[in-house]
C-alpha cells in the first residue's frame, strides 16, 4: 500500500491584498514529523491556515494535494473529513457551546454520521450523531491519556481556558478526530514543563497509533526535546529557504535567526 502523502506545490497565498506565501513547496508523508521554525512574521501560520482552508487566505498560485487529490476547492470541514487537522496558535472561545457538545458533533461529522443518517432516514435530532455510550468510552480514554478531569467537558469551549487548557483540549480534539495529517501551530505556545510534557507524550501516542504525519511550527527548541522531528525547515520571507535534520534546530539555538536572513535574505 502506497503511503499516504501531504503535497504543498508553490504555493502563493495573499492576505488583504498583501503576497506572505512565495512559493512554498513541501512533501509529508504518513509517519513523518517535520518541524517549521522561523521567526515572527515569516508567513508560518498563514500557511497553516492556508492549508486548512480559512476563506481570508486567498491562493493565487500552487496546490495542496492529499493523495494526489487537491484540496484547493475543498471548504475546511471537506478537508477534516479528508484526514486534516490543524491546532490552531489562537484557538476561538465559543460561548454556550460545551467542549463535550462540540467534541460530539465534530467527530459525528468528520466520521460521516450526518451522511448516515441521511442514507438509513434515521432521525434528525440523534441520527446524525455518534451513540453517547461508544462516544463517552472512547473520549473517557482520550481523557485520561491527556490527564484531563471530565469536569472539563462542561465547560464552555475555549471561555476562560488557561493557555495550556486551549493546547489540551486542542490535542484531545486531535485524539478523537484521528487525523491522518496534523498541523500544530506554536502547540507549545502558553504551557508550562509539566503540561508541555503531557501535551508531547500525546501526540507522540497519537502519531505513533495513527502513523500520522505532522507539520509541527514552533519558534523554539524546547518542544523538540519531546517531539522528535526527522525533518526540519527554516521559514523565511513566505518561503521555506533550508531544510536538514534535527541538527538543523541546534544552530538555530546557538545562532539564531540572523545567519539565515545574512544567508537568504531579509524577511520582507
Known amino acids: 500500500m502506497e503511503p499516504r502523502i501531504l503535497e504543498i506545490r508553490d504555493l502563493h497565498v495573499n492576505v488583504e491584498g498583501k503576497a506572505i506565501l512565495r512559493g512554498v513547496d513541501l512533501i509529508v508523508k504518513q509517519g513523518e514529523v517535520h518541524a517549521?521554525?522561523?521567526?515572527?512574521?515569516?508567513?508560518?501560520?498563514?500557511?497553516?491556515?492556508?492549508?486548512?482552508?480559512?476563506?481570508?487566505?486567498?491562493?493565487?498560485?500552487?496546490?495542496?494535494?492529499?493523495?494526489?487529490?487537491?484540496?484547493?476547492?475543498?471548504?475546511?470541514?471537506?478537508?477534516?473529513r479528508h484526514g486534516l487537522f490543524l491546532a490552531m496558535q489562537y484557538p476561538v472561545a465559543v460561548s454556550g457551546v460545551t467542549l463535550h457538545s462540540f467534541l460530539h458533533a465534530t467527530v459525528s461529522a468528520v466520521r460521516g454520521y450526518g451522511e448516515?443518517?441521511?442514507?438509513?432516514?434515521?432521525?434528525?435530532?440523534?441520527?446524525?450523531?455518534?451513540?453517547?455510550?461508544?462516544?463517552?468510552q472512547e473520549l473517557n480514554e482520550k481523557l485520561d491519556m491527556l490527564n484531563m478531569d471530565s469536569a472539563f467537558?462542561?465547560?464552555?469551549?475555549?471561555?476562560?481556558f488557561s493557555g495550556g487548557e486551549k493546547k489540551r483540549a486542542e490535542i484531545l480534539q486531535?485524539?478523537?478526530?484521528?487525523?491522518?495529517?496534523?498541523?500544530?501551530?506554536?502547540?507549545?505556545?502558553?504551557?508550562?514543563?509539566?503540561?508541555?510534557?503531557?501535551v508531547s507524550a500525546s501526540v507522540n501516542q497519537i502519531q505513533k497509533d495513527l502513523d500520522m504525519g505532522i507539520l509541527l511550527i514552533t519558534h523554539y527548541q524546547r518542544i523538540l526535546n519531546y517531539i522528535y522531528p526527522q525533518f526540519v525547515h527554516i521559514f523565511l520571507g513566505g518561503r521555506i529557504v533550508t531544510s536538514?535534520?534535527?541538527s538543523l534546530v541546534e544552530t538555530l539555538e546557538e545562532h539564531g535567526y540572523d545567519w539565515v536572513r545574512k544567508q537568504f535574505g531579509n524577511d520582507e
Do not use: C, V, W
Open 116 to 136: 448516515k443518517a441521511r442514507q438509513t432516514g434515521q432521525g434528525r435530532l440523534h441520527g446524525h450523531l455518534i451513540p453517547i455510550r461508544e462516544f463517552r
Open 244 to 246: 536538514g535534520d534535527a
Open 174 to 198: 486531535m485524539a478523537m478526530l484521528q487525523p491522518k495529517f496534523a498541523i500544530l501551530d506554536e502547540t507549545d505556545s502558553g504551557l508550562d514543563i509539566d503540561a508541555l510534557r503531557i
Open 36 to 80: 517549521l521554525m522561523g521567526p515572527n512574521g515569516s508567513g508560518k501560520s498563514t500557511l497553516s491556515y492556508a492549508l486548512m482552508g480559512h476563506p481570508k487566505y486567498e491562493i493565487t498560485q500552487g496546490d495542496i494535494r492529499l493523495n494526489g487529490e487537491s484540496l484547493l476547492d475543498m471548504e475546511p470541514d471537506e478537508r477534516a
Open 153 to 160: 467537558l462542561r465547560r464552555y469551549l475555549n471561555e476562560g
